[in-house]
């Protein structure tokens, strides 16, 4: 049986049952929260904050969240350790990658192939031997190996920066044996086709790929479908999210697509966190359905009542999630 990597070790693909596939436990700028720890309180706090509503959530139903936080979000695997194991009844996947919406973190400017071989390196890019190493051998001497891969096209698009953190993901994907990605879009940009293109050039397996955040484009479905049609799957992932749609915009174009028998290339998530310090105390208190629960709450009643089945619920929550982690 087919397995795949979390945070507690490897479990059989057919063990995974439902699965919100792009979700957060903490998104964090590191190094503000090091020296300014009064905007993150308490860890204790905020582990236990975690874990309560991790707990709700595999009391929903829910047995399996990918956590896709990576580089440029705050990605600190010890805690998300000490989380899952308080959490026994829910498998948390975690993610390598790197998040930026158009130039590389510094760190990575100036350590290019070129200067590598310079230095008398190997004439690689270090950014993907470091993913690779997540998936292979573990993340931080923790033992935690990533089971996806994520970057992001934003609205900015392609640029040179995006461009390479994509052919590395994708290069990882290659080394790894197929290890799946997701990529954040910016679903009015209607990147995909140049995303598309990278993805074809590099050799990847479309069919375990996400195009993350595709629920955002609610007035496209012909713009997805054609994003489904050429293999890749959808990320019907922000839920909650009222600032780019609604949830009737959003549940009606899941409707609408499962109606043009696509509801085995899409999956279903939040985008959802515990703890986010990217906006002020406050801001997104409005967003009162930004949370785990509301797939299970509000999304699938809604989807029956509108005609979506069983089947294809399934498939969007089991089946599909089951086929990108593990192949």
């Known amino acids: 049986m087919p397995q795949v990597q979390t945070v507690r070790g490897p479990v059989d693909a057919s063990a995974l049952g439902r699965v919100l596939m792009h979700e957060h436990i903490f998104v964090l700028t590191s190094d503000v929260q090091l020296n300014y720890p009064h905007e993150w309180g308490p860890e204790e706090d905020r582990v236990a904050d975690a874990v309560t509503r991790l707990r ?14 990576v580089i440029g979000q705050g990605r600190y695997i010890p805690r998300i350790a000490r989380i899952a194991g308080q959490v026994p009844e829910l498998n948390i996947v975690v993610a390598t990658g790197c998040y930026t919406f158009d130039e590389v973190p510094m760190f990575f400017w100036r350590r290019t192939p070129r200067d590598e071989a310079l230095a008398g390196r190997p004439a690689s890019d270090p950014m993907a031997s470091f993913f690779v190493k997540d998936i292979t051998e573990g993340i931080t001497g923790t033992g935690v190996r990533a089971g996806m891969l994520k ?19 994708a290069r990882a994907h290659a080394a790894t044996g197929g290890t799946p990605i997701t990529i954040h879009t910016h679903a009015a940009g209607r990147h995909g086709p140049q ?37 890749l799957t959808l990320g019907m992932d922000r839920f ?8 009737q915009e959003r549940s009606d174009l899941v409707a609408e697509l499962c109606r043009r028998g696509l509801a085995g290339r899409m999956v279903l998530s939040h ?21 785990y629960l509301h797939v299970s709450q509000d999304v ?28």
């Open 195 to 231: 995303i598309l293109a990278v993805l074809r050039d590099e050799g990847v397996d479309l069919s375990r790929v996400v195009l993350g955040h595709s629920g955002d484009a609610v007035h496209d479905p012909d713009y997805l479908t054609g994003m489904a049609e050429a293999g």
């Open 240 to 247: 909650g999210i009222d600032h780019f749609a609604t949830f």
């Open 56 to 69: 709700e959530l595999a009391a929903a139903g829910i047995t399996t969240i990918v956590d896709v936080t």
């Open 300 to 327: 699938l009643p809604y989807l029956r009542d509108h005609g979506v089945s069983e089947a294809d619920i399934d498939a969007m929550l089991i089946g599909n999630p089951a086929r990108i982690l593990a192949g």
């Open 271 to 291: 985008d959802a966190c515990c703890h986010i310090d990217w906006f002020s105390p406050g801001s997104l208190t409005a967003l009162k359905d930004w949370h």
């Open 151 to 169: 970057c992001a096209v934003d609205a900015k698009g392609l640029t040179e920066g995006v461009e390479r953190v994509l052919r590395n993901v």
